[in-house]
């Protein structure tokens, strides 16, 4: 079949371009049709990369017509001993710890829910995944009306089941509840991401491994542990690969629910990268500020999928 | 219709001797506000006599630095007539992103001489303080505050007041006094409803808080620098009367704000005081035809009032731009027609008239001016006794790390005024290094 295919298409390839093809080794033919991507890929990744490492090693401001000196680590060295920068890592890797960690146990709780059958399953699982149907910029405006303490439909449920004054608390203007008002959005937002996932794991579970179980007399709860953790087990580590990633890049929902504040309270490291590059115009040292995130992401993924692929081997 | 248009518009350059033959499409960048509603109906005046056309692209207060200046910055032909913030100016002149006026002003007989000192300094001159000009004073602009004048004439508020403080509730006229009002108004039934004492800027993000605690720092005496060696800044920025002024910011913003006000700036301000939450707010003057003209807290039920002194002086945050030529601009001769245009003192009086707060000494000390509107004689008041943030080419580090170090300190009450001012200098310090002014 695949042969007359190839014989169909050498057939109608017109003689001229086969004369030019001619001569040309099956090496020299496949880096013809792989040169576009590759070029495209040096273009738009690499090269900027690399254009990034050399600048993190100069003091140049993009908005200055000044001479750009070479300065070595001194960036670096800045960054890494800034306290500030750290306090930055620290509110970012809470963000990451408890978004995925809420995201996941409600997104599998869900799931596991839906995945029974009952009336009305199909219209509660369009419900459920709207949230992430929204821009982000929009849920993060429109949370800031629900976090209003005078008006804010947030602090009225609160008020309403702990009895306290509605207006005597701020989600977002206060350090202690700040770093939790953006979680609570957050999880609002993409919990039905990691749910469609591990809604996609549990119906790849076969029926028959659970009416083995029936047979072996196994009850539901050992059901549960050794057939159905175990077999999601490698959608929900993919599940926390993409939420982290998209978490650590975080941005545009948080800068609408509390611009990075109070304070330096929910400054994530993408909110202090574009102050740093694009409104402090500090290129030099955004560019070191962006290698460190980049070698810290691309070092803790890279253990990740190996401990992936591991998991999806046995 | 458009071929009468276009000989209509070639006949009216000839007209205006302008020199200029073909007729453009100019584009003008600003902030959108009010104020650029009124800049476009004031802009049909200069499309008819000019025959050039015009097109607006206006950013809201929170991205119009970040787009504006990544537009200058990039070389963009996006804009031809900026009316850029006035700390921009530096930058402006120094990174070649505006035309130097000198010659056009001489060329044209318009003088610098002939508008309000503060605004030539703070949207026309760089370096400040010497005769190079960037831009043409547009708009000129303050923080002032309004109080709801009709509270404060309800009889049993003016009682409740004078028992509880000894004086009657009147505009106040010392910070110390402004803080005792809105802490008597904080929480308290008015109408019926409960409201809160002043809304103030906190804004984190863009320049808000800074916009706002500088109104307190400036009157308790804090300085940028030393008067008398630029860049010193220990013991100006970071003196004690500097660290009273941070904790009386704070002490206003803990005692007598509305819950959630953490990131306030002029819409949410505007917001809060249209709505009955609050007795006073902060805000640019802008706001006030805006204010006057409301259904609910317009005419006789709002006032005016200069921001009030404290123990080192009194002043205000200047706010307001210049208008400037953008560099990269291809039509820079139609753009200059604009700026004669608009220099025009029967220009700039329809300006005033239509909201634009003009910059022009032959509109503001008109005998008329004073009583033209309620606001009129707070705008000059404020306008006598201005200050601005610092306008150098780096002003924007220098912007964001106050707003890091202010914030910190007033809204998540970290640390201490002392710390919050010291970190700033060492901060500051650092921007200059890498500058080599230090």
């Given at each position: 079949?695949?042969?007359?295919?190839?014989?169909?298409?050498?057939?109608?390839?017109?003689?001229?371009?086969?004369?030019?093809?001619?001569?040309?080794?099956?090496?020299?033919?496949?880096?013809?049709?792989?040169?576009?991507?590759?070029?495209?890929?040096?273009?738009?990744?690499?090269?900027?990369?690399?254009?990034?490492?050399?600048?993190?090693?100069?003091?140049?401001?993009?908005?200055?017509?000044?001479?750009?000196?070479?300065?070595?680590?001194?960036?670096?060295?800045?960054?890494?001993?800034?306290?500030?920068?750290?306090?930055?890592?620290?509110?970012?890797?809470?963000?990451?710890?408890?978004?995925?960690?809420?995201?996941?146990?409600?997104?599998?709780?869900?799931?596991?829910?839906?995945?029974?059958?009952?009336?009305?399953?199909?219209?509660?699982?369009?419900?459920?995944?709207?949230?992430?149907?929204?821009?982000?910029?929009?849920?993060?405006?429109?949370?800031?009306?629900?976090?209003?303490?005078?008006?804010?439909?947030?602090?009225?449920?609160?008020?309403?089941?702990?009895?306290?004054?509605?207006?005597?608390?701020?989600?977002?203007?206060?350090?202690?509840?700040?770093?939790?008002?953006?979680?609570?959005?957050?999880?609002?937002?993409?919990?039905?991401?990691?749910?469609?996932?591990?809604?996609?794991?549990?119906?790849s579970i076969p029926e028959s491994i659970y009416e083995a179980a029936e047979c072996d007399r196994a009850s539901k709860w050992r059901q549960f542990w050794t057939i159905t953790?175990p077999m999601?087990?490698?959608?929900?580590?993919?599940?926390?690969?993409?939420?982290?990633?998209?978490?650590?890049?975080?941005?545009?929902?948080?800068?609408?629910?509390?611009?990075?504040?109070?304070?330096?309270?929910?400054?994530?490291?993408?909110?202090?990268?574009?102050?740093?590059?694009?409104?402090?115009?500090?290129?030099?040292?955004?560019?070191?500020?962006?290698?460190?995130?980049?070698?810290?992401?691309?070092?803790?993924?890279?253990?990740?999928?190996?401990?992936?692929?591991?998991?999806?081997?046995? | 219709?458009?071929?009468?248009?276009?000989?209509?518009?070639?006949?009216?350059?000839?007209?205006?001797?302008?020199?200029?033959?073909?007729?453009?499409?100019?584009?003008?960048?600003?902030?959108?506000?009010?104020?650029?509603?009124?800049?476009?109906?004031?802009?049909?005046?200069?499309?008819?006599?000019?025959?050039?056309?015009?097109?607006?692209?206006?950013?809201?207060?929170?991205?119009?630095?970040?787009?504006?200046?990544?537009?200058?910055?990039?070389?963009?032909?996006?804009?031809?007539?900026?009316?850029?913030?006035?700390?921009?100016?530096?930058?402006?002149?120094?990174?070649?992103?505006?035309?130097?006026?000198?010659?056009?002003?001489?060329?044209?007989?318009?003088?610098?001489?002939?508008?309000?000192?503060?605004?030539?300094?703070?949207?026309?001159?760089?370096?400040?303080?010497?005769?190079?000009?960037?831009?043409?004073?547009?708009?000129?602009?303050?923080?002032?505050?309004?109080?709801?004048?009709?509270?404060?004439?309800?009889?049993?508020?003016?009682?409740?007041?004078?028992?509880?403080?000894?004086?009657?509730?009147?505009?106040?006229?010392?910070?110390?006094?402004?803080?005792?009002?809105?802490?008597?108004?904080?929480?308290?039934?008015?109408?019926?409803?409960?409201?809160?004492?002043?809304?103030?800027?906190?804004?984190?993000?863009?320049?808000?808080?800074?916009?706002?605690?500088?109104?307190?720092?400036?009157?308790?005496?804090?300085?940028?620098?030393?008067?008398?060696?630029?860049?010193?800044?220990?013991?100006?920025?970071?003196?004690?009367?500097?660290?009273?002024?941070?904790?009386?910011?704070?002490?206003?913003?803990?005692?007598?704000?509305?819950?959630?006000?953490?990131?306030?700036?002029?819409?949410?301000?505007?917001?809060?005081?249209?709505?009955?939450?609050?007795?006073?707010?902060?805000?640019?003057?802008?706001?006030?035809?805006?204010?006057?003209?409301?259904?609910?807290?317009?005419?006789?039920?709002?006032?005016?009032?200069?921001?009030?002194?404290?123990?080192?002086?009194?002043?205000?945050?200047?706010?307001?731009?210049?208008?400037?030529?953008?560099?990269?601009?291809?039509?820079?001769?139609?753009?200059?027609?604009?700026?004669?245009?608009?220099?025009?003192?029967?220009?700039?009086?329809?300006?005033?008239?239509?909201?634009?707060?003009?910059?022009?000494?032959?509109?503001?000390?008109?005998?008329?001016?004073?009583?033209?509107?309620?606001?009129?004689?707070?705008?000059?008041?404020?306008?006598?006794?201005?200050?601005?943030?610092?306008?150098?080419?780096?002003?924007?580090?220098?912007?964001?790390?106050?707003?890091?170090?202010?914030?910190?300190?007033?809204?998540?009450?970290?640390?201490?005024?002392?710390?919050?001012?010291?970190?700033?200098?060492?901060?500051?310090?650092?921007?200059?290094?890498?500058?080599?002014?230090?």
């Open positions: 079949m695949v042969t007359s295919t190839l014989e169909r298409a050498a057939e109608a390839t017109p003689p001229g371009a086969a004369r030019r093809i001619k001569g040309l080794s099956d090496r020299a033919i496949a880096w013809i049709f792989v040169a576009p991507s590759i070029f495209l890929l040096l273009a738009v990744n690499i090269f900027p990369l690399i254009w990034t490492i050399n600048l993190s090693f100069t003091n140049f401001k993009a908005n200055r017509n000044r001479e750009v000196e070479y300065i070595g680590l001194r960036n670096y060295e800045r960054i890494l001993t800034d306290a500030d920068t750290w306090a930055t890592m620290q509110a970012t890797a809470h963000f990451l710890f408890w978004t995925i960690a809420v995201q996941v146990l409600i997104g599998f709780t869900l799931a596991y829910l839906i995945n029974k059958k009952f009336k009305g399953n199909d219209m509660w699982t369009t419900i459920i995944v709207l949230p992430m149907m929204l821009s982000p910029a929009v849920v993060g405006n429109f949370w800031t009306f629900l976090y209003q303490p005078q008006i804010g439909l947030f602090n009225y449920v609160v008020a309403f089941f702990t009895g306290a004054d509605a207006s005597s608390f701020s989600m977002i203007g206060e350090v202690a509840l700040a770093p939790w008002a953006i979680v609570i959005v957050d999880t609002w937002m993409w919990t039905p991401f990691v749910m469609l996932i591990c809604l996609a794991g549990l119906r953790i999601v087990l490698p959608f929900l580590m993919l599940a926390v690969l993409f939420r982290g990633i998209e978490n650590f890049k975080m941005f545009d929902l948080v800068v609408q629910l509390t611009g990075g504040g109070p304070g330096n309270t929910t400054t994530l490291t993408s909110i202090d990268l574009k102050r740093e590059a694009f409104e402090k115009w500090r290129t030099g040292y955004a560019s070191a500020y962006a290698v460190i995130l980049f070698v810290t992401v691309f070092g803790l993924a890279s253990i990740y999928v190996k401990a992936l692929n591991k998991v999806k081997e046995r | 219709m458009k071929a009468r248009h276009l000989v209509s518009s070639a006949v009216a350059a000839i007209v205006a001797g302008s020199g200029s033959v073909m007729a453009e499409d100019l584009t003008l960048c600003w902030a959108s506000w009010d104020p650029a509603n009124a800049l476009i109906e004031l802009s049909k005046d200069f499309e008819e006599q000019s025959g050039h056309s015009m097109s607006f692209e206006f950013v809201p207060w929170p991205n119009f630095a970040d787009r504006m200046l990544n537009e200058l910055n990039s070389g963009g032909k996006l804009c031809d007539l900026m009316i850029g913030d006035s700390q921009w100016i530096g930058g402006g002149a120094e990174n070649g992103h505006y035309i130097k006026l000198n010659d056009f002003f001489e060329a044209e007989g318009i003088t610098m001489d002939d508008f309000i000192p503060a605004t030539v300094t703070g949207y026309s001159e760089w370096p400040k303080g010497t005769p190079n000009y960037w831009a043409l004073p547009a708009f000129g602009d303050v923080v002032g505050w309004t109080y709801r004048k009709d509270w404060f004439a309800k009889p049993e508020l003016q009682a409740a007041f004078k028992e509880a403080y000894g004086r009657d509730l009147a505009v106040p006229t010392t910070l110390a006094e402004l803080k005792d009002i809105a802490e008597f108004f904080q929480g308290r039934e008015v109408d019926g409803t409960k409201v809160y004492g002043a809304a103030i800027y906190t804004e984190r993000g863009s320049e808000g808080i800074t916009m706002g605690v500088t109104n307190a720092l400036y009157n308790y005496g804090f300085e940028y620098t030393n008067p008398d060696k630029p860049y010193d800044l220990e013991g100006y920025v970071n003196s004690d009367a500097a660290v009273e002024g941070l904790e009386f910011y704070k002490a206003l913003y803990d005692c007598c704000t509305p819950p959630g006000s953490s990131n306030w700036y002029m819409s949410e301000n505007i917001d809060a005081y249209k709505s009955g939450q609050v007795a006073m707010q902060m805000n640019f003057a802008f706001i006030w035809p805006g204010v006057n003209a409301d259904a609910n807290v317009g005419g006789d039920k709002s006032g005016y009032f200069a921001n009030p002194k404290g123990p080192g002086g009194q002043f205000a945050q200047l706010g307001g731009q210049g208008i400037s030529v953008v560099a990269y601009s291809d039509k820079q001769d139609a753009a200059l027609e604009y700026i004669k245009w608009f220099a025009q003192p029967e220009i700039q009086s329809t300006w005033w008239e239509l909201g634009g707060y003009s910059a022009l000494k032959a509109v503001v000390e008109d005998p008329g001016f004073a009583t033209s509107q309620p606001y009129a004689q707070t705008f000059l008041d404020s306008m006598a006794i201005v200050k601005d943030f610092w306008a150098e080419p780096v002003y924007a580090e220098l912007l964001l790390a106050m707003q890091d170090r202010v914030h910190d300190y007033v809204i998540a009450g970290n640390g201490t005024a002392k710390e919050a001012l010291d970190g700033l200098v060492e901060d500051w310090t650092e921007v200059f290094e890498d500058e080599g002014k230090m």
